[in-house]
C-alpha cells in the first residue's frame, strides 16, 4: 500500500501530508506534525494519555485511524494555550500541583477541556466521570480534581 494524502485542521492550522494507510491519529500527530505533547501510552485506547479534541469531543487518538479525521477539527495540548497566554485549565493545573511526572497531564487536560467545554460548571461527579478514562499513576487524582473544580469556578 502506497501513502495517501491526508488534510487536516489540527491546534487551527491546516495541513496536508501523506501518510501510511494504517496511521493512526496519534502517528501522524507525534511523529508527522511534531506535536509530542499528545503522549504514546498503551496503543489500546486505555490509559488516555494520548487524549485529543475532535469535534470538541475527548477522543484516545492511539485508536483513531488518521484517515477517519480528515476535514475534522483537532487540538492537541499544545493548542490549548493562546497568544502565550495558558489556557485557564492550564493555569489551574499548576496554581494546585496536579503534575507529577507529567506523562498523563496531556491526557487529563484534553478530558477536561472536553468537559468544561459542554458542562462549563460541572459536579465532582461529573468531573471524576470525565476523566475515568485517564490513567495517573503519581497523584492519586485528588490535585487533578481540584484543579478541573478550580477552573471551572474561574469560568
Known sequence: MEKRLLKLRVNGEDHELYVEPWHTL???LRYELGL????RGCDEGYCGACTVLIDGKAVKSCVV????VQGRDIVTVEGLSRDGEL?????AFIDKFAIQCGFCTPGMLMSAKALLMENPHPSLEEIKEAITGNLCRCTGYKKIVEAIQAAAEKA
Do not use: C, I, S
Open 36 to 39: 509530542t505533547g499528545t503522549k
Open 87 to 91: 489556557d485557564p485549565l492550564q493555569q
Open 65 to 68: 485511524m488518521a484517515r477517519q
Open 26 to 28: 496519534l502517528d501522524v
